[in-house]
């Protein structure tokens, strides 16, 4: 049994975490938006912070 993942474009990481940082919405309209787990969206901004 395989597990598929998605892989995300570098694009699609930086409209996610800008929408992130910019707070005019919520960590969950942002997954239902790209479908992406709030864990890997809240990875991604801490991933951007920490430069």
Known sequence: MTINRKKHSTQTKVKVVLEALKGEKTI???TAKYGIHATQI????????EV
């Open 42 to 49: 809240n990875n991604w901004n801490k991933a951007v912070l």
């Open 28 to 30: 969950a309209e942002i």
